[in-house]
């Protein structure tokens, strides 16, 4: 998704990156003096708001977060390279979120039975690393190549839950407090959208001298991420299992998930995030070099991810210290100026320059509302069903997915504007489903953990 093409014409100017640099590095050194005057230094200094096993756990997040990003970069110029048609191409689009609408969920509620997401981020690391020797040893041609695509998107959708679900048990088995978690769950956001980068700019280097070489060099990188990840999650701290048997987990999930209203509600804002996060990435190229024109992609993909990192960086701002602004109202000014940003875009804007304005509007966007709605899911939902719970509320977004893949490819009856507009109407909705979760009238810091 953002490998270079040296055909590329278009790209964007220095100084963007620099204002997104400065942004970022103002926002993290300015908070503290605005926010926290009693601290000599940040909130990173302060053990009980950073404490070591949270960062431990953030080295381990980067390592999965590299790991997803060789394959998100890598894969779709692997594709291409390899001489892969459109309609495998489609076929691997439908396998994966077809596999992530029907097996991640169960996987999600095995691990939230068995109390082990230390498992489940095990279980992420080894298809990886599986993923990387099958590649290395295997042809790309090879008729069971699909089993790469079912493999990579088993391993997506443990990513989308586990490390969190991990990190908030934790959190609570140590007894820290929740402004330890919040500062966890934006950092999350800012190093997941680093670690991309990252991996954009090695498999870049990678490829620079001869592609062969640098298809099988990434495979070997993801093989040693992979292997170190192993040795983090069986070597570091233990998780406390649970001590509800599955029975009683199960009457609680049937209580809470289906019938609280509050979790229905961000469920479905959270389906409709990764509905459009989807959509943007299958169509943003496209969208791009529409009408022949030519395009650096490779150099607009770190603005995205910079966009999102800067984004993360409000959050602290909005929801720390004296703040008084609650969640679900920052959610809904979000969502409401992310669906416009993919009105613009759906309605066929054409200047290049415009387009991008609003990549990165709709990805900063994105980095705000990620670490709010996992703040969210701290106040409603019990962290013993977190996993399933997140991994439930993709499933819908899946299945819009993956119909719309299938109208697309094999009926064309569908344009790329519709399947915009359809993600902006459903950021809209997600809107909606916040002001009605504070019509509801829970206060964002009144619940049974400890601020």
């Not at 489609?90 to 396998?95: A, D, G, H, M, V």
């Amino acid at each position: 998704m953002g490998v270079e093409f040296e055909s590329s014409k278009w790209e964007p100017t220095l100084s963007l990156y620099g204002f997104i640099i400065m942004c970022c590095f103002s926002s993290i050194a300015l908070f503290p003096r605005f926010f926290n005057k009693s601290l000599s230094l940040s909130p990173f200094a302060d053990q009980s708001l950073f404490p070591t096993s949270h960062r431990y756990f953030l080295f381990l997040y980067s390592l999965a977060s590299a790991m997803e990003g060789v394959w998100s970069v890598f894969g779709d110029f692997e594709f291409v390279y390899s001489g892969t048609s459109k309609e495998q191409i489609l076929f691997s689009l439908i396998l994966g979120f077809g596999s992530s609408l029907l097996l991640a969920p169960l996987l999600a509620f095995l691990f939230d039975s068995i109390g082990g997401h230390n498992k489940a981020c095990l279980v992420f690391c080894i298809l990886h690393l599986f993923v990387g020797i099958w590649k290395r040893i295997v042809p790309q041609s090879h008729p069971c190549v699909w089993f790469l695509t079912l493999s990579s998107s088993l391993a997506t959708g443990i990513f989308s839950f586990a490390f969190e679900a991990w990190i908030v048990l934790e959190n609570e088995n140590q007894g820290y407090r929740l402004r330890a978690l919040t500062n966890t769950f934006w950092l999350m956001t800012f190093i997941e959208s680093a670690s991309l980068i990252g991996s954009q700019v090695l498999v870049n280097w990678l490829l620079a001298s001869d592609v062969d070489t640098g298809i099988a060099s990434s495979s070997t990188a993801t093989i040693f991420i992979a292997i170190i990840g192993i040795f983090c999650v069986t070597k570091g701290w233990k998780q406390t299992p649970h001590s509800a048997p599955v029975k009683d987990r199960r009457w609680m999930s049937y209580i809470n998930i289906f019938s609280d209203k509050r979790i229905l509600l961000l469920g479905f804002a959270h389906a409709c995030l990764q509905f459009s996060i989807a959509i943007f990435w299958i169509l943003w190229a496209p969208t791009l070099v529409a009408d022949g024109r030519e395009v650096h992609l490779g150099l607009i993909y770190p603005c995205l991810m910079g966009s999102r990192m800067l984004g993360s960086t409000v959050c602290p701002w909005l929801f720390g210290g004296s703040s008084s602004l609650r969640i679900e109202d920052c959610l809904v000014y979000a969502f409401t100026v992310m669906g416009l940003a993919l009105s613009i875009v759906a309605y066929d804007y054409q200047e290049i320059g415009v387009l991008v304005s609003l990549f990165c509007l709709f990805h900063a966007g994105v980095g705000l509302i990620i670490p709010s709605l996992a703040r969210l899911r701290t106040i409603h939902v019990p962290n013993e069903l977190r996993g399933g719970m997140i991994s439930l509320s993709l499933a819908p977004a899946n299945a819009a997915i993956l119909f719309l893949l299938i109208l697309r490819g094999y009926y064309q009856n569908i344009e790329n504007s519709t399947m915009v507009a359809l993600a902006a109407l459903g950021l809209f909705m997600a809107s909606g489903s916040m002001h009605l979760l504070k019509r509801l009238g829970k206060q964002p810091f009144g619940n049974w953990h400890k601020s």
